[in-house]
């Protein structure tokens, strides 16, 4: 970590004429007056992580500004320059709802344009999936999208994409960073657009994304036959607006309730104290309007509408809200048995979760006998193996704990568009054979068995924070448990070194996926327990799953209360509350 007297040096450059006078005036004051921001502005650069470049907004080279970003889109800049030479090269961009989301994009565009970039800019705000569809559409070499997802309104972060419509892997991510790194000097960044290589795209892509969204419906007649299912839809103040209820009436829909208050875009999220749909309270608004209006089924996205969080009524007739591994389990089910239903298989299909999502999903593709691939956690591995099959194997759905789905490959990120009008469709599917979502689930656990899940964030802000995740992670790595909660740790996977271990034998083997910063514990009751630092935010994570057999839809609170508490003896016992 740099020292504050080096901190302060690399602050005293942001003073320079180079920078405006609302940038110089904030690194003054911090100088002057609060030297732990002054740290926590100024200790790194933001880099690209599992999610691109994310923090909060403000002066500094750890905030998120006009000269992060555009250090970020001039290092990108050159990196495509390198690799597909100076000449006809595309990009597109979005951008979210947030404060400063449409500067930042203008921003972007004027430097990609004034590289010699031909421009797609979207005209405002629109969902993350259709900026991977723009990409693949119009043939861009690259593209960005300006969000920070679920992040608090202080935050706003910068997504960057390659020519497949996916997030940049390596070996691009790494090689993007080291050309940022060679600007020194913000005198290096080309802020001077030119307006002629900017082109404004709208409409007319949202309807080309659209039809593609529309040809993820398995079972049209259906849906017109259960049209009425009442449905509450909030887009938490997000992109989500601007597509999800049209999505939704293309399908044929025609009971589409939201939420007014929270249809107004606005990056402060007034309405809310997170727009993250994994929040039950980011969805209490729309299960208030759901619940007076007897509505069955409320859906929700997050800011730039990559995610859904879905709420269903249980046989008390009251709202739950269903995790990102349960709205998975559902979508993924519905879409195998259907194919399989409609003789749509060929024998090459196949499905992708994360190693930290559902092992149920495992279990359903075996049944159907679809691959399952099990890539390390963030959508842009879905991209990248997806484009490896590519011509040999056939991606048709899949899905993260962390509330993201694809249903279909036109798009290269999670779509929360089409996610939101195939749950809708499931409704309808289930209501069609006399059944509620809630009652397919446990249709579902009754025979593959109940599995439960918890995550648990642990936040630590700032350098200090940082260095204590680094400890933690350390601390396990380095003497990991021999048992937990009474079970034996049978299996320990270390993503690090690539290297599995058979803790009764001894035994390794190794991984094939490239390195993470992730463990898992592997207990002889079925439990597991994954730990990871989150790429984007200033926490680390911790994974829970166990399960069990249901033995009848009667004793599902009951077999769900055990794992609850089994879920909790876990966390005990490793320290953690």
């Known amino acids: 970590m740099l020292s504050i007297t080096e901190i302060r040096s690399k602050a005293q450059q942001w ?33 690209f992580g599992t999610g691109g470049l994310r923090g909060i907004m403000g002066a500094g080279t750890n905030r998120m500004n006009i000269y992060t970003l555009g250090m970020a889109t001039q290092g990108l800049s050159n990196y495509i320059i390198k690799q597909c030479g100076d000449n006809g090269i595309k990009v597109a961009i979005a951008h979210d709802c947030r404060n400063n989301s449409r500067y930042f994009a203008e921003t972007a565009a004027d430097i990609f344009s004034a590289n010699g970039f031909e421009v797609y800019l979207f005209e405002a705000l629109r969902p993350t999936p259709e900026l991977s569809f723009a990409i693949r559409h119009y043939k861009c070499q690259s593209g960005v999208v300006i969000t920070a997802s679920h992040n608090p309104p202080e935050y706003n972060g910068y997504k960057a994409y390659w020519d497949d419509g996916g997030q940049v892997v390596a070996p691009h991510d790494e090689a993007i960073i080291e050309e940022v790194r060679k600007i020194t000097s913000v005198s290096q960044i080309k802020f001077d657009g030119k307006k002629d290589k900017i082109k404004i795209i709208g409409k007319e892509t949202d309807l080309l994304f659209l039809n593609e969204v529309m040809k993820m419906s398995i079972n049209p007649d259906i849906i017109k036959k259960q049209n009425d299912i009442g449905i509450v839809y909030t887009p938490i103040h997000g992109t989500g607006g601007t597509l999800v209820p049209q999505a939704l009436k293309m399908y044929g829909f025609k009971n589409i309730q939201n939420v007014p208050e929270q249809v107004i875009v606005d990056g402060n999220f007034p309405t809310v104290k997170s727009p993250n749909p994994e929040e039950p309270a980011a969805l209490s608004m729309a299960i208030k309007k759901a619940s007076e209006t007897g509505a069955e089924l409320v859906m929700a996205t997050d800011p730039d509408a990559d995610r859904i969080g879905v709420a269903v009524r249980n046989k008390k007739n009251e709202f739950v809200l269903l995790n990102g591994n349960q709205t998975g389990v559902l979508l993924t089910h519905y879409i195998l048995s259907q194919f399989k ?23 359903i593709a075996e049944k159907y006998k679809v691959k399952c691939y099990n890539v390390l956690t963030g959508f842009k591995f879905f991209a990248e193996l997806i484009r490896e099959l590519e011509g040999k194997e056939k991606y048709i759905g899949g899905g993260e704990e962390s509330y993201g789905f694809l249903p279909g490959d036109y798009v290269r990120d999670k779509d929360a568009v089409a996610s939101c009008a195939l749950a809708a469709e499931v409704a309808a599917y289930s209501k069609s054979k006399g059944k509620t979502l809630y009652e397919q689930l446990i249709d579902i656990y009754l025979e593959y068995g109940l599995y439960k899940e918890k995550l648990i964030n642990i936040v630590r ?12 992670m350390a601390g396990f790595r380095n003497s990991p448990p021999k048992s937990i909660n009474n079970s034996k740790v049978v299996k320990i996977n270390d993503y690090e070194t690539s290297i599995s271990i058979d803790c009764l034998t001894g035994k390794e083997s190794g991984i094939d996926l490239i390195k993470s910063d992730v463990l898992q514990f592997f207990l002889e009751d079925g439990s597991k327990i994954s730990v990871r630092p989150s790429g984007t935010e200033p926490k680390i994570k911790f994974y829970f799953s166990v399960n069990t057999k249901l033995e009848s839809e009667t004793r599902f609170e009951e077999t769900e209360k055990l794992l609850d508490q089994r879920i909790g003896d876990i966390i005990k016992d490793m320290k953690l509350t």
Do not use: W
Not at 26 to 40: A, G, T
Not at 341 to 363: C, P
């Open 15 to 47: 003073l320079g004429p180079e920078f405006n006078e609302e940038t110089r005036k904030e690194v003054r004051e911090m100088l002057e007056k609060d030297e732990k921001k002054l740290i926590d502005a100024f200790y790194q650069d933001l880099e």
């Open 341 to 363: 239903e409609r003789n749509k298989y060929k024998g090459n299909e196949y499905i992708i979760k994360t190693i930290v999502t559902t092992d149920l999903l495992d279990k």
């Open 461 to 472: 802000k700032g350098a200090e924070g940082a260095n204590e995740i680094k400890s933690m």
